[in-house]
Nanobody
Framework: QVQLVESGGGLVQAGGSLRLSCAASGRTFSSYAMGWFRQAPGKERELVAAISWSGSNTYYAGSVKGRFTISRVNAKNTVYLQMNSLKPEDTAVYTC????????????????????WGQGTQVTVSS
């Protein structure tokens, strides 16, 4: 069983930055594709960013492209989401997820393909 623990959320003014971290337990983290999702009140959960387990491929939702950066340090069992130029519409609970069945350079886009989920961290952007 893999546990994912997010940190780094908080309250920030529009235009500010936050870096979210997702720490994973287990020795096979380096072979998991990872993703960051978010869900705002009254809205469906959406994939914000994803990264292959090799780290060579990344995906971003159109609404965050150019502002958010996903990265990973396999030696630390950690995936990050650097969020810059934050907007009020970025306010949501952000959750990381892991796909244990992934090829080296593959991205996991669909939420149903993820096997493990964290508890989430709240990000609030004030205007």
């Amino acid at each position: 069983q893999v546990q994912l623990v997010e940190s780094g959320g908080g309250l920030v003014q529009a235009g500010g930055s936050l870096r979210l971290s997702c720490a994973a337990s287990g020795r096979t983290f380096s072979s998991y594709a990872m993703g960051w999702f978010r869900q705002a009140p009254g809205k469906e959960r959406e994939l914000v960013a994803a990264i292959s387990w090799s780290g060579s491929n990344t995906y971003y939702a159109g609404s965050v492209k150019g502002r958010f950066t996903i990265s990973r340090v396999n030696a630390k069992n950690t995936v990050y989401l650097q969020m810059n130029s934050l907007k009020p519409e970025d306010t949501a609970v952000y959750t990381c997820a892991a796909d244990k069945v992934a090829r080296r350079h593959s991205l996991t886009i669909n939420s149903y393909e993820y096997d493990y989920w964290g508890q989430g961290t709240q990000v609030t952007v004030s205007s």
